[in-house]
């Protein structure tokens, strides 16, 4: 695939994933016998932590169909509109007015397993994962040109679909952290 068919995200959370692994290689490599080698250790978990979210951000943005569309806000007008989608404002009525109203911690969560998987390359899981969430792009747009997103009145299919892209987002952050996690352990080829 090209940056045409999924933009420049793939390649920014490839960089920070590739950045991962390693830093929890080395973090499993340092010694700890004494202060100054804990001291070094504390550090490197802190940048750790700052890689694993940076990261974290693009693998879950990229399960928000509003992130891994061109139509994101709004409907582009280099895409033919048969529908005559508008989308003004959606973004945020849907990824924060709707959730906030609709979608509770449990809805999520009733949706995700406690297996976690190893990933394959880096830049073709997140293209896998791209495009599944670009495919649910029209849907948001239907349910808002019928009843708009933030007004309250949205569909109950609405709030299950949201919940589940919202499961999409924690399961594949799991199962990233999990796979840089368990590949850090791998010796170097």
Known sequence: HAVRDYGTAAYA??????????ACRRWRAMPE????ERAVKRQLERSILFIAGVAGHWATDVTNPMHASLH???????????NGYEGKDLHGRFESKFVDAAISLD???????D??????????????????????????YI?????????????????????????DGARFLRDFWYTAWRRSADPLP
């Open 13 to 22: 959370f490839q960089e920070w994933a590739e950045m991962l692994t390693p």
């Open 33 to 36: 016998s004494n202060d100054a």
């Open 72 to 82: 994101g806000s709004g409907w582009h007008s280099s895409v033919p509109n048969p």
């Open 107 to 113: 809805d999520v969560t009733a949706l995700l397993d």
């Open 115 to 140: 297996k976690p998987r190893l990933l394959g390359h880096w830049l073709r899981e997140i293209e896998k994962v791209i495009a599944a969430s670009n495919s649910h792009i029209e849907q948001i």
């Open 143 to 167: 349910w808002d040109k019928t009843t708009p997103f933030g007004g309250g009145k949205e569909p109950a299919a609405a709030a299950t679909f949201t919940a589940a892209r919202l499961a």
